[in-house]
C-alpha cells in the first residue's frame, strides 16, 4: 500500500510543518524519516555526519526510506538529500509524491543558517543554494505533483496538498 503522500524537498521548505498539518487533517499519522534515522541510531544526524560520515548517514537513510515506504500509510517526509539514491529514486515510483518548492530566500528563513543542519555548517547561504540547485531536477523527476510554499502559512500548503490528493 504505502503512504498516503510522501513529501520532498530541500531544507526550509516546510516538509515536516506541512506534514504534521496533512496527517491531521487527513486522519492519518505523520513520519519523517530524518527522525527514524536519529531514533534507530541513538543520536542526532549532526553527530551521525560528524562521527560517521555523509556516506555512513545516506545509507541509514536509504534504509529508512525503503523500511518507511513498505510499511508505513500516513504522510511521509523525506529528509532533503534522500532523492540523491537512486535507489530511493526508484523505490518512489508509484507512490504520490508531493515537492515542496521554496526559494533561497524563504529556506534561508526558515532554516536560521545553520542551527542542527551539518551540511549548513560553513558559508551557509551558498550551501543552501548549491544544494537547492543540486537537488531540485531530482525533486522533480519524483514528484507527482509540485507545491509553491513561498510566502504562504503552512495551512493553506496543506490544504492544497488535500485538495491534489482527492483529485
Do not use: W
Not at 536519529?38 to 536509504?62: K, M, N, W, Y
Not at 500509510?73 to 523505490?91: I, K, N
Not at 515542496?100 to 526558515?110: G, I, P, Q, T, Y
Not at 536560521?112 to 558559508?123: E, M, V, Y
Amino acid at each position: 500500500m504505502g503512504p498516503a503522500c510522501v513529501l520532498v524537498g530541500v531544507m526550509g521548505a516546510g516538509k515536516t510543518t506541512v506534514g504534521e498539518l496533512l496527517a491531521a487533517e487527513l486522519g492519518v499519522e505523520f513520519r519523517d524519516t530524518d527522525v527514524d534515522i536519529e531514533t534507530a541510531a541513538g543520536r542526532p544526524i549532526s553527530d551521525i555526519f560528524v562521527q560517521d560520515g555523509e556516506a555512513h548517514f545516506r545509507d541509514l537513510e536509504r534504509a529508512a526510506v525503503a523500511a518507511a515506504l513498505s510499511s508505513f500509510d500516513g504522510v511521509l517526509a523525506l529528509g532533503g538529500g534522500a532523492v540523491l539514491a537512486e535507489e530511493t529514486r526508484a523505490a518512489l515510483a508509484g507512490h504520490t509524491v508531493v515537492f515542496l518548492s521554496v526559494e533561497l530566500a524563504d529556506a534561508v528563513k526558515r532554516v536560521g543558517l545553520g542551527t542542527g543542519r551539518p551540511l549548513l555548517a560553513i558559508n551557509p547561504r551558498a550551501t543552501l543554494k548549491h544544494l537547492m540547485d543540486q537537488r531540485r531536477p531530482l525533486y522533480l523527476e519524483v514528484a507527482t505533483h509540485t507545491v509553491a510554499t513561498d510566502g504562504r502559512p503552512a495551512e493553506d500548503v496543506a490544504a492544497e496538498i488535500r485538495t491534489l490528493l482527492k483529485g
